[in-house]
T-cell receptor
């Protein structure tokens, strides 16, 4: 069975500091990997995804994540955070060629950016 | 182009009542997914539907829960005889048939069972 572990439930950082949100997964088959962001009282928004090709993927607002197959990780990073990045971030996986519906989510990491 | 719509946004029910949650997918999307988010937990997959078909319901509780996506109208998640443990945020997502791996989420329905 697949699973996703987000080791940090909360990450407080100061504005303009770098941040890394960790995500590890377990799966016996190839996977697709996703990061979603949830702002207060809103639904999830897709931040970035890895399907194939380059292991480094980027979002339009400065986040990036790197797929590391040997370490089964997909950590999310940003070199300099803004107050507006305060939100909850969810890592998710799905089977390559699986039922095409079943996203498996981690428990989320609450990023709190302080001035 | 409207996104995924869910209503109501907030729903309060007493134990034993029925809850009906509605989801209208994005225009052009034929796949609908329902997820449940319990407090301090990530989202848990419940069910995946296409028009008039349930494709995968492996995450649905065996009793009291049902889902449909009729040919016309929104997808409905129905919870009969609600209990306090059903209190959660229920999210619907939709995708295009060709791009199933990019799911767009609605704002969710927050169900509170008194």
């Amino acid at each position: 069975a697949q699973s996703v572990t987000q080791l940090d439930s909360q990450v407080p950082v100061f504005e303009e500091a770098p941040v890394e949100l960790r995500c590890n997964y377990s799966s016996s088959v190839s996977v697709y990997l996703f990061w979603y962001v949830q702002y207060p009282n809103q639904g999830l928004q897709l931040l970035l995804k890895y399907l194939s090709g380059s292991t480094l993927v980027e979002s339009i607002n400065g986040f990036e994540a790197e797929f590391n197959k040997s370490q089964t990780s997909f950590h999310l990073r940003k070199p300099s955070v803004h107050i507006s990045d305060t939100a909850e971030y969810f890592c998710a996986v799905s089977n390559y060629g699986g039922s095409q519906g079943n996203l498996i989510f981690g428990k989320g990491t609450k990023l709190s950016v302080k001035p | 182009n409207a996104g995924v719509m869910q209503n109501p946004r907030h729903l309060v029910r007493r134990r034993g009542q029925e809850a009906r949650l509605r989801c209208s997918p994005m225009k052009g999307h034929s796949h609908v997914y329902w997820y449940r988010q319990l407090p301090e937990e990530g989202l848990k997959f419940m069910v995946y539907l296409q028009k008039e078909n349930i494709i995968d319901e492996s995450g649905m509780p065996k009793e009291r829960f049902s889902a449909e996506f009729p040919k016309e109208g929104p997808s409905i998640l129905r919870i009969q005889q609600v209990v306090r443990g059903d209190s959660a945020a229920y999210f619907c997502a939709s995708s295009q048939r060709e791009v199933w791996n990019e799911q767009f989420f609605g704002p969710g329905t927050r169900l509170t069972v008194l």
